[in-house]
């Protein structure tokens, strides 16, 4: 029963998801792309004016801000560094070694397999889903249907490879969001995410392979692939040596170095490897590591694919973190986020209930707001400290940002991924929904565990009885 006395609250809460709300439709009145930036603003300031409203002082709602912002320093160091680490793995060639192994494993026969795998490691390797979907997925959806394979199926096994490379890899934004919104690891963050996105993945990669064997008989000429492969081949010096940048990155993880000093040997491996192996000399190594690497090697795809990094490719992720959270910290301060975490949390009963309720609210933002950032922030915001209090450590809540959030934003069609991935593809999102099969799995499996309690991990100091932290025990 909802009590007279918190219906202001109330209706600030709803003012401020109408503002969230209406971020895809000032696009579409203005008939122009407006940055998510802009409208998070504009819902900080009718959260901020709402607060003044209940009584806060601006002091305090000034100083909510500067709370969000400290706690998202850790995620936008970290980003300006993945920036310089990205400008010299392409400048040095570690990108287009790996990206050549993927479009090498290619075949006719195992064509959504391998069109799957490719793109999961070419998002691996960029850590982004667009610029995979945008170049090497543009490629396969035209060997796809000379193939004689149905168009969404392809398209689905892209969304699927590119959307699992994306949430895998260090180099991602989402990856270094989320666990900066909900206070775990980046790569804690990573390792924990395997749990879910690992069986999920080989799962659809099985059904790939079923599926995809009865369209093994088509014939097409791989000859865009082909060309994409001889082009780079042709522009850098590829050799076994520049493996030994991700390997180096990857045992650091494995040894649980932490994120900063690893990604920063990573990146210097990757200005040593760009003098030494593609002639680079050392102000255009320094001048890569700010304005990113720009290729020019007269094919278009191959050069969207390549011109990518520097520190100055992160200012645009990072104001959207500072906007966000910014907005999550009034939000907070003023006991918004609580009332509408308290709404939520009132029908959903302990650990199950807290997971499956994280994971339908970054499918709804999504939904709503259309908007995959958005999807992880506020969440991430609204639920934190409900995971602190049910004794869960941050890492559980940053991969259910992940599981629920990132992997859906591609599904919905308003939504600022689903429709890149409709321009990029040509493929409309409720068509190749149903085989984007790991966006639909990791989920899944996410709420199973959250059911049954497989892979969450507990505060070393708290254990959890009927859903309360309870100090630890044997028997706990």
């Known amino acids: 029963m909802i009590n007279l006395d918190d219906l202001p609250e109330i209706w600030g809460i709803t003012a401020l998801l109408n503002v969230l709300a209406s971020i895809p439709y000032f696009g579409a009145v203005l008939h122009a792309s407006i940055p998510v930036q802009i409208p998070m603003m504009g819902a900080t300031a009718v959260a901020a004016l709402q607060g003044l409203r209940l009584g806060w002082r601006w002091r305090d709602i000034e100083e909510s801000f500067k709370d969000g912002i400290r706690l998202s320093m850790g995620a936008i160091l970290i980003l300006m560094l993945v920036g310089v680490l990205i400008g010299t793995w392409i400048a ?5 070694l790996m990206i050549i192994t993927g479009l090498n494993l290619l075949s006719a026969d195992w064509f959504l397999f391998a069109a799957c795998l490719i793109c999961a490691i070419v998002a691996l390797a960029t850590g982004s889903s667009w610029t995979t979907a945008g170049t090497v997925g543009v490629a396969l959806i035209g060997i796809g249907g000379g193939l004689g394979i149905p168009l969404p199926l392809v398209a689905g096994a892209i969304v699927s490879g590119a959307y699992f490379g994306d949430k895998m890899s260090p180099l991602s934004d989402t990856t270094n ?4 919104v909900a206070g775990s690891e980046l790569f804690e963050h990573v390792r924990h995410m395997l749990y879910t996105s ?11 392979f079923v599926i995809g064997r009865s369209y093994g008989e088509g014939s097409a ?6 060309n994409m492969v001889s082009t780079v081949t042709t522009n850098f010096d590829l050799n076994a040596w520049l493996w030994l940048a991700p390997l180096m990155v990857i045992g650091m993880v494995v040894m649980k170095v932490p994120a ?13 490897f760009a003098s030494i192996f593609q002639g680079m000399p050392l102000s255009g190594v320094l001048a890569v590591t ?9 094919i278009a795809a191959v050069d969207e694919l390549l011109t ?5 490719s992160m200012y ?27 709404a939520l949390l009132s029908v959903a009963r302990g650990t199950t209930g807290l997971i499956w309720a994280t994971l339908g609210t970054c499918l709804g933002i999504n939904i709503i707001a259309s908007d995959q950032y958005l999807s992880i922030v506020v969440p991430g915001r609204m639920y934190r400290s409900a995971f602190e209090k049910a004794g869960l450590h941050p890492k559980n809540l940053s991969r259910c940002l992940e599981d629920g959030g990132t992997l859906t934003s591609p599904l919905i069609p308003w939504n600022t991924c689903g429709a890149f991935m409709y321009a990029t593809l040509g493929v409309f999102p409720l068509l190749y929904l149903p085989f984007a099969f790991f966006n639909l799995i990791n989920p899944l499996i996410s709420a199973l565990y959250g059911y049954t309690g497989w892979t969450l991990e507990r505060l070393k100091d708290q254990a959890v009885v009927n859903g309360e932290p309870v100090a630890k025990t044997d028997s706990a």
């Open 290 to 298: 700010y304005d990113g690497y720009v290729a020019d090697t007269g």
């Open 316 to 342: 645009g992720t990072i104001g959207i973190i500072l906007c966000a959270m910014s907005f999550g910290g009034v939000m907070e301060k003023c006991g918004m986020l609580e009332r509408v975490a308290a």
């Open 92 to 96: 040095s060639g570690v990108v287009p």
């Open 260 to 272: 900063l000093p690893a990604l920063f040997i990573g990146a210097g491996l990757g200005g040593l």
């Open 198 to 208: 690992g069986p999920s993945f080989v799962i659809s990669l099985i059904l790939f």
């Open 177 to 180: 969001l989320a666990p900066a």
């Open 308 to 312: 990518r990094g520097g520190v100055a």
């Open 221 to 226: 000429s791989l000859e865009n692939v082909e």
